[in-house]
């Protein structure tokens, strides 16, 4: 167990569709990371928040949308939901930004039918 | 930009024997930072081992170690003993340093099973 919790495990929705993933990281750590792991686009980062504000952004798309709350727990906003957006979404969390140990969550399983 | 490549997309190996995973990245930076993750069928993702490249001794942990060739941007994974735990797909990835954050890049995997 990481200490990085992140909900829900699955999630099935239909195209159109709006969802929200969300992620705890472990206690004490600053950074989160967010990932999508797809068959055809493999592993691909998404951004980075660190202490509530944006810090690095990949290949995230437009209608992707995330934050880090005051909290330090962090939501993934995902619209327009398309078939190809169907992934396992992971989280993961550091003690600091670009400190290399990230600890990863379970992740969050989306299908989009 | 920088890119990881594992030409290998799967592998088998003997329980007790040992394999060698490999994995080339491209970047032009001079300070940054290699890893291998395990991702078993659960689809948690597991650090390995981590590599520093200003570090020229290459890193170990218990039966997995690296050989890593800076010049020829070379980062393979060496498992010894295999167990049957060791079953997973395993990523290389780089990470950057720098102020704009630890973001991974990952390669495309390499499917690893381990036969009894």
């Known amino acids: 167990d990481s200490g990085v919790t992140q909900t829900p495990k699955h999630l099935i929705t239909a195209t159109g569709q709006r969802v929200t993933l969300r992620c705890s990281p472990r206690s004490g750590d600053l950074s989160v990371y967010w990932y999508q792991q797809s068959l055809d686009q493999g592993l691909q980062f998404l951004i980075q928040?660190?202490?509530?504000?944006?810090?690095a952004k990949g290949n995230i798309l437009e209608r992707f949308s995330a934050q880090q709350f005051p909290d330090l727990h962090s939501e993934l906003n995902l619209s327009s939901l398309e078939l190809g957006d169907s992934a396992l979404y992971f989280c993961a969390s550091s003690v600091d930004a670009g400190v290399y140990e990230q600890y990863f969550g379970p992740g969050t399983r989306l299908t989009v039918t | 930009a920088q890119t990881v490549t594992q030409s290998q997309p799967e592998m088998s190996v003997q329980e007790a024997e040992t394999v060698t995973l490999s994995c080339t990245y491209d970047t032009s930076e001079s300070n940054y930072y290699l890893f291998w993750y395990k991702q078993p069928p659960s689809r948690q993702m597991i650090l390995v081992i981590r590599q520093e490249a200003y570090k020229q001794q290459n890193a170990t942990e218990n039966r997995f170690s690296v050989n890593f060739q800076k010049a020829a941007k070379s980062f393979s994974l060496k498992i010894s003993d295999s167990q049957l735990g060791d079953t997973a797909m395993y990523f290389c990835?780089?990470?950057?340093?720098?102020?704009?954050?630890?973001?991974?890049?990952f390669g495309q995997g390499t499917e690893l099973s381990v036969k009894p």
């Open positions: 928040y660190y202490n509530g504000e944006e810090r």
């Open positions: 990835a780089f990470m950057k340093l720098g102020n704009q954050g630890g973001k991974l890049i």
